[in-house]
């Protein structure tokens, strides 16, 4: 979202709420900006740490702030602290990284501020226009739901699009990848051209997933799939994982 900073408390004393903090709990802002959410954070009991880019608002924050932990580096390249919960309004340009990054981290509870249109694409389920990977990624382990909307007029600059916050809290799957990196994989395939028959975009990179001498193994699998005509955002969470075991078990050679 580039250098739009929230100015209404009201929308940060929400955030704070959603994250339930307990009192100890190591908490990972990315972003701080002029500390709007950090300093609800702070006073919610939080043990806190902020990674934040800009060396002149690390450097406010650190003023602000002494006994938050300031980090200034590019949240991308550092490591993350091992933390128990995460609140942000991250710049929107690096929302997928983040995404991916929360995944890894295993917290315990995330509240993000995201661009609208992107919150929408995590949150979609099967039959969605904006079902995607990468909400099949998040979902797979999470509740993700949108909490609610933020208008425009809650930052300075006013950004050029609608924002929402969305709440990801870890959840047993009803069925667990045997091989996640294959699933993932899997996911990506199936995505890669939505308007295609599921089965076709799996046999089209059947090299991803098998040995040239399994291949007509992994054909005979996708082709018996019960699913395969369907396209992809018909397609559960759960049967996506279900064919990636059965194709691991059969023919993987990840």
Same mark, same amino acid.
């Given at each position: 979202?580039?250098?739009?900073?929230?100015?209404?408390?009201?929308?940060?004393?929400?955030?704070?709420?959603?994250?339930?903090?307990?009192?100890?709990?190591?908490?990972?802002?990315?972003?701080?900006?002029?500390?709007?959410?950090?300093?609800?954070?702070?006073? !919610?009991?939080? =043990?806190?740490?902020?990674?934040?880019?800009? $060396? #002149?608002?690390?450097? &406010?924050? @650190?003023?602000?702030?002494? +006994?938050?932990?300031?980090?200034?580096?590019?949240?991308?390249?550092?490591?993350?602290?091992?933390?128990?919960?995460?609140?942000?309004?991250?710049?929107?340009?690096?929302?997928?990284?983040?995404?991916?990054?929360?995944?890894?981290?295993?917290?315990?509870?995330?509240?993000?501020?995201?661009?609208?249109?992107?919150?929408?694409?995590?949150?979609?389920?099967?039959?969605?226009?904006?079902?995607?990977?990468?909400?099949?990624?998040?979902?797979?382990?999470?509740?993700?739901?949108?909490?609610?909307?933020?208008?425009? !007029?809650?930052? =300075?600059?006013?950004?050029?699009?609608?924002? $929402? #916050?969305?709440?990801? &809290?870890? @959840?047993?799957?009803?069925? +667990?990848?045997?091989?996640?990196?294959?699933?993932?994989?899997?996911?990506?395939?199936?995505?890669?051209?939505?308007?295609?028959?599921?089965?076709?975009?799996?046999?089209?990179?059947?090299?991803?997933?098998?040995?040239?001498?399994?291949?007509?193994?992994?054909?005979?699998?996708?082709?018996?799939?019960?699913?395969?005509?369907?396209?992809?955002?018909?397609?559960?969470?759960?049967?996506?994982?279900?064919?990636?075991?059965?194709?691991?078990?059969?023919?993987?050679?990840?």
């Amino acid at each position: 979202m580039g250098q739009h900073f929230l100015i209404d408390e009201n929308i940060a004393c929400r955030q704070v709420a959603l994250a339930h903090i307990e009192k100890g709990d190591r908490v990972l802002e990315v972003g701080g900006g002029h500390g709007m959410l950090t300093g609800l954070l702070k006073e !919610a009991g939080a =043990s806190l740490t902020c990674i934040e880019k800009d $060396a #002149v608002l690390a450097k &406010e924050l @650190t003023t602000r702030f002494p +006994e938050v932990r300031t980090i200034h580096e590019d949240a991308l390249q550092v490591e993350w602290p091992p933390s128990d919960v995460f609140v942000s309004n991250i710049p929107y340009v690096i929302s997928s990284q983040i995404s991916l990054r929360i995944l890894k981290q295993g917290f315990k509870r995330a509240v993000v501020m995201y661009q609208d249109e992107f919150a929408r694409r995590i949150t979609a389920g099967p039959g969605s226009k904006t079902y995607s990977r990468l909400g099949v990624k998040m979902q797979y382990k999470n509740r993700c739901h949108i909490a609610f909307t933020v208008p425009r !007029a809650a930052f =300075s600059p006013p950004p050029n699009v609608d924002s $929402a #916050v969305v709440v990801i &809290e870890p @959840t047993s799957p009803t069925i +667990e990848a045997v091989d996640e990196k294959a699933f993932f994989k899997l996911v990506d395939v199936l995505f890669s051209h939505r308007r295609k028959k599921a089965r076709n975009n799996i046999i089209g990179a059947r090299h991803l997933f098998t040995t040239k001498e399994r291949a007509d193994e992994l054909e005979a699998i996708v082709r018996d799939w019960p699913l395969g005509d369907k396209r992809v955002e018909s397609i559960s969470i759960q049967d996506m994982v279900e064919l990636s075991n059965r194709l691991s078990s059969s023919c993987s050679k990840i």
